[in-house]
């Protein structure tokens, strides 16, 4: 006698399927944000929000790191990894055919990276868009303070791990940019988010909270190098969409 398949709702669908979760879910996978913004965004009290993002985290789709620009502060961010996981699992579960087809598209974004430096993050972030998007991105990094050249350890791992050599690049001030347009503009840094520029009215702004490796050594460089690139392969379908506007 056959076994009956599993009626149990999947994990994922559970945690997703809360309306409110879902909303959080949604700002998430746009930005990183702080529990002040995102209770602007929702509409719902703060303790209410805070309950919420606890089970997100709890069930391991929403992580939360301090603010190296306010301390007291933390941004929250959705792991795109877990959540596609996650997806891929309920459908499988429903049926075997039904699987996750990432979009395509052939139109070609402007992407701006911010860190403070520009001699880190934002170049590593540069970089690697600029291999995974072969083409259909044009991809600019710059600082509000740039450093005087690049770090040796994001050259090394860029090189090292992905395959890109960037050793005669110099960090660039974001300055030299006034008067661009960018389609994106993506902050890295907590710092540069609160005084970077517009750059056209109808940019989107996207904020990375990603800890500055600088203090590091290799393996720091190595684990902040996978998250922005875990970060900017899931940015690639949203590039390939037209650019929301409002």
Same mark, same amino acid.
């Given at each position: ?141 710059? !600082? ?8 040796? *350890? &994001?050259?090394?791992?860029? @090189?090292? $791990? #992905?395959?890109?050599? =960037? ?47 600088? !203090? ?8 902040? *190098? &996978?998250?922005?690139?875990? @970060?900017? $392969? #899931?940015?690639?379908? =949203? ?8």
């Amino acid at each position: 006698m056959v076994s009956p398949p599993s009626r149990a709702v999947p994990a994922f669908v559970r945690l997703a399927g809360h309306e409110l979760r879902w909303q959080l879910l949604t700002e998430l996978a746009r930005s990183d944000l702080r529990v002040r913004e995102l209770v602007a965004l929702v509409g719902q009290p703060q303790n209410l929000v805070s309950y919420h993002l606890r089970l997100l985290r709890e069930g391991g789709l929403v992580t939360a790191v301090r603010s190296s620009f306010d301390g007291r502060d933390s941004y929250y961010h959705l792991d795109l990894s877990r959540c596609a996981d996650g997806l891929s699992s309920a459908g499988a579960s429903l049926h075997p055919a039904l699987g996750l087809t990432p979009p395509s598209g052939d139109r070609r974004s402007s992407v701006l990276f911010v860190c403070t430096g520009n001699s880190a993050r934002s170049p590593i972030a540069e970089a690697l868009l600029g291999v995974h998007a072969a083409g259909r991105a044009v991809v600019t990094s710059a !600082g509000s303070a740039p450093r005087p050249a690049l770090h040796p *350890a &994001a050259v090394r791992v860029l @090189r090292d $791990r #992905y395959g890109v050599d =960037v050793a005669e690049q110099r960090p660039r001030h974001l300055d030299t940019l006034a008067g661009q347009r960018f389609d994106y503009v993506v902050t890295l840094c907590d710092r540069v988010r609160e005084i970077c520029p517009e750059f056209g009215g109808e940019s989107r702004r996207v904020h990375w909270s990603v800890a500055d490796p600088s !203090g590091g050594d290799d393996a720091v460089f190595a684990r902040t *190098a &996978a998250d922005i690139d875990t @970060r900017v $392969r #899931y940015l690639l379908p =949203v590039l390939a969409r037209p650019v929301p506007t409002g």
